[in-house]
């Protein structure tokens, strides 16, 4: 069955200073993957996805995301965080016994410090 | 461009009471719409999906029923609640098309049962 890990419950980082969000998949054919995030209150919204070509993807807000088959991994990014950065991060897959349903994994709160 | 609306905001409802949350999507036609409820600390929960007028899958057993009576239309229901249907419910549609599996979600409805 198609599952999305999020190893990291809670990440703090310093504003300016880089981030990595991990996010590993099972999926038995080449994925659709994205991520998305959460404001407290708030609706999800995409800030990138992957479906196929080129491995390294962009997104909004200064995102991007390296899909690594070999890995089953599908990590975000941004070189430098702001404070309204701070959030909480899901990544998913399209795929499951829904049809065209995601799968999320259980989230990343982001905290980011001065 | 597309737009998608939940209503209401904020419910508190007695244990027993009946339920109605909305969404409606503007902009596009033949969405596929899909009811989460998020509970914190565990992620996105899929409740139902629809891909056209009518047409209801449930994903898990439970107190709650969907039902969609126009195609841009998705309402969510309960005849007695209970305590632990209490959660933040969020409707998503996606553009119902091969290949095109990115969802994108409503503001949510925070639901308090009490």
């Known amino acids: 069955a198609q599952s999305v890990t999020q190893p990291d419950i809670h990440i703090t980082v310093s504003e300016g200073a880089s981030l990595e969000l991990r996010c590993n998949y099972s999926y038995g054919a080449t994925p659709y993957l994205f991520w998305y995030v959460q404001s407290p209150g708030q609706g999800l919204q995409l800030l990138l996805k992957?479906?196929?070509?080129?491995?390294l993807v962009q997104g909004i807000k200064g995102f991007e995301a390296e899909f690594k088959r070999s890995q089953s991994s599908f990590n975000l990014r941004k070189p430098s965080v702001h404070w309204s950065d701070a959030a909480e991060y899901f990544c998913?897959?399209?795929?499951?016994?829904?049809?065209?349903?995601?799968?999320f994994g259980k989230g990343t709160t982001l905290s980011v410090s001065s | 461009s597309q737009t998608i609306h939940q209503w209401p905001a904020t419910l508190v409802q007695p244990v027993g009471s009946p339920l109605s949350l909305e969404c409606t999507v503007e902009g596009t036609s033949n969405p596929n719409l899909y009811w989460y409820r998020q509970a914190a600390g565990r992620g996105l929960q899929l409740l139902f999906y629809?891909?056209?007028?009518?047409?209801i899958s449930s994903e898990v057993p439970q107190n709650l029923s969907a039902s969609r009576p126009q195609d841009r239309q998705f309402i969510l229901s309960s005849k007695k609640l209970l305590l632990s249907d209490s959660g933040f419910y969020l409707c998503?549609?996606?553009?119902?098309?091969?290949?095109?599996?990115?969802?994108?979600f409503g503001p949510g409805t925070r639901l308090t049962v009490l």
């Open positions: 992957y479906f196929s070509g080129d491995t």
């Open positions: 998503a549609w996606s553009p119902g098309l091969a290949g095109r599996y990115e969802q994108f």
């Open positions: 629809s891909v056209g007028i009518g047409q």
């Open positions: 998913a897959v399209a795929g499951g016994q829904a049809g065209t349903a995601l799968i």
